[in-house]
């Protein structure tokens, strides 16, 4: 099979209407900040179990179409001694591969970021490969203030985001574009749309100059809200309507989804704001979709408390954020289901 033909079925199995990703690919510094409020140690069995609960959720892939792994979650087996990205696919959905390697300071560019981890991918991508990874997800970061980002930073996170995606694309792995515009700050929501715009109209040059087939990629953006200690209040529809906006002048129809991270948002807000997208835009070229991390996780590892006896109560709490998370895909959550 060509690598484009294999790019195509990962496409349309992780690109369906009612359905999205949940990231579970915390690095160990993270899952060690997620468990802690819960007094759970993060230990190589606690995360295991941890990640092949979810995975294993009775009726998950109705709403998932894609989970986001760590190295770590590849080689690990459930109880029955199925790997994890075998417990995934028996549930339908795709496994993928977090493969960045995190952020340092990025030099002469004050404040800004910089990810690394692109030496050596290839090789590391043709290993996931055979643990079972379809796709592959990389972060760049982008604090906010008044200086930053940099237009340097801009540049530079746009650069290696491109090369990023070439070098899956190489390989046959979908690569998801991860610009995150961080939350953190007391900026506006102008400022926000500002700086999201100028990011992800750098990354799309980016892309075109690397030649990535954008028919193969997934774009997984910040929405555009107000800093997160901002007195601005924003309804769902002004994040909206920000955010389609942005991605409107920026983001090619060639690319089939756009699957937003939920970067502190509470899980209800996340849900909402997809919702209010998917509500008053139709008819956009790409579809409208998640990738949450703790948007998904958190009311699930809180029913959790790390207790055993909890398994069928979390396995619930989680099926239910994925279920409304699907009805917002398609603009028809209410808040009243959450009580249901
Ligand atoms: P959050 O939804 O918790 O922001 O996590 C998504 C993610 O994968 C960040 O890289």
Redesign the pocket.
């Known amino acids: 099979m060509s690598v484009n033909t294999e790019m195509q079925d990962t496409i349309e199995a992780m690109v369906q209407k009612g359905k999205g990703i949940i ?1 579970i ?2 690095s160990f510094p993270t899952i060690a900040k997620r468990f802690k409020p819960i007094h759970v140690e993060s230990t190589e069995e606690n995360r295991r179990y941890w990640r092949s609960l979810i995975l294993s959720t009775p009726g998950l892939g109705d709403f998932i179409s894609g989970a ?1 792994l760590f190295e770590e979650t590849l080689t690990q087996k459930n109880d029955a001694g199925m790997t994890l990205p075998d417990v995934a696919d028996e549930n339908g959905i795709v496994a993928g591969i ?1 493969v960045d390697k995190g952020t340092i300071a990025l030099d002469n560019a004050d404040g800004d970021k910089v990810t690394e981890g692109l030496d050596g991918l290839a090789e590391r991508l043709k290993v996931y490969k055979t643990q079972g990874a379809r796709f592959a ?1 990389w ?1 760049e970061v982008y604090p906010v203030s008044t200086s930053n980002p940099t237009p340097l930073g801009v540049e530079v996170n746009a650069e290696i985001l491109a090369r990023y995606a070439a070098i899956c694309q190489s390989v046959g792995i979908v690569p998801i574009v ?1 610009p ?1 515009v961080l939350i953190d700050g007391e900026h506006s929501i102008e400022r926000s749309f500002e700086v999201v715009e100028a990011v992800q109209h750098a990354v799309y040059h980016a892309l075109h100059r690397h030649k990535v087939i954008l028919e193969y990629t997934i774009l ?1 953006p910040s929405m555009v809200t107000p800093g997160k200690e901002s007195t601005d209040k924003a309804s769902p529809e002004d994040i909206a309507n920000y955010t389609v906006k942005a991605l409107r002048r920026t983001v090619p129809a060639a690319v089939p989804s756009i699957n ?6 509470t899980a209800e807000e ?1 849900t909402e704001n997809l919702n209010a997208m998917n509500a008053i835009f139709q008819s956009e070229p790409w579809e409208l979709s ?8 958190q009311p699930a590892l809180d029913t959790w408390g790390g207790k055993k006896e909890n398994h069928k109560i979390t396995q619930k709490a989680l099926l239910k954020r994925a279920r409304l998370n699907g009805a917002a895909r398609n603009g028809t959550y209410k808040f009243s289901m959450e009580k249901e």
């Open positions: 990231a690919d915390e986001i977090k997800k972060r991860e995150e997984k937003f991270l939920s970067g502190g948002q996340a998640f990738s949450y991390g703790r948007a998904l996780q």
